[in-house]
């Protein structure tokens, strides 16, 4: 594995918290401005521009393009500032799917058919409140996500609101196993190719076996793309599932990287 790839994926220069000066902020910004909104507008092109003129797809190599989208994922100022949030030692981070076996993944949607340069490209970055009741999921949507050039598939939208709420959703039943029952979701803006988003759920009612969901998936400017709501239901027979291997699935708490301040 290349060195790009590795630092990419540690993202541990990434996780240190911004310093907080206001002074020297105001000179970097004045001094910066230029820079920074030229490669802004590369990786977050307006909207109109995205749709009409999308990025050519990836020709890098698959581990050059998936450690740079990694580097972008560590800079994001969405996950900087979150991690950098007074409660922040009230969360945990994990990623979901990255040390599944190959044959596990081939069986997996998520985690295989639509993994991959273009597609999700990387496992995502997940940070969970240790209560587990909240979580926020930071992913990338390629250009082979489309239904309508240069337009997410509303139905790619609804399997990732499906998973991130219903990783809160199992987490929060009993026997730590579930299906879900209902699913509502409501498109509010088009979610453009090539960009992260951002998908927030919240535990909204636990009652027995049921379990209620809240979700909203939004781009790196805050814009609501679709918001939905859930509930799940534990089987019967969940003690005879496997119910670790779904742990492992969905991502299990990881250690603090030491390189997070707060």
């Known amino acids: 594995m290349s060195n790009l790839l590795l630092r990419g994926l540690r993202g541990s220069h990434q996780g240190t918290c911004p310093p907080r000066n206001p002074r020297f902020s105001r000179v970097f910004l004045s001094a910066a401005s230029s820079s920074r909104l030229t490669h802004a507008g590369y990786i977050y092109p307006p909207q109109p521009l995205a749709y009409i003129s999308p990025r050519p797809l990836p020709t890098d190599p698959s581990t050059v393009y998936i450690a740079n989208l990694e580097s972008e994922l560590q800079s994001l100022p969405t996950l900087v500032s979150h991690r950098c949030r007074p409660d922040a030692s009230e969360w945990y981070e994990t990623r979901p799917y990255r040390d599944l076996s190959e044959s596990w993944k081939k069986n997996s949607l998520t985690a295989g058919a639509l993994r991959g340069p273009g597609k999700l490209a990387f496992a995502p970055l997940v940070r969970v409140k240790k209560d587990e009741s909240e979580s926020i999921v930071f992913a990338h949507v390629g250009r082979r996500l489309c239904g309508h050039e240069g337009i997410v598939h509303g139905g790619l939208l609804a399997t990732l609101l499906d998973e991130g709420m219903g990783r809160t959703a199992i987490n929060n039943l009993p026997g730590r196993m579930g299906f879900t029952a209902n699913l509502s979701v409501n498109y509010r803006s088009p979610a453009a190719a090539d960009q992260f988003i ?12 049921k379990v209620w969901v809240d979700g909203v998936i939004q781009d790196p400017n805050g814009i609501v793309l679709a918001d939905a709501k859930t509930m799940w239901i534990q089987p019967k027979y969940a003690q005879l ?3 670790k291997a779904l742990g492992q699935a969905m991502g299990e708490r990881e250690p603090r990287p030491e390189s997070w301040t707060t």
């Open 198 to 209: 951002i998908l927030k759920t919240k535990l909204a009612k636990l009652e027995g076996r």
């Open 241 to 243: 599932m496997d119910t």
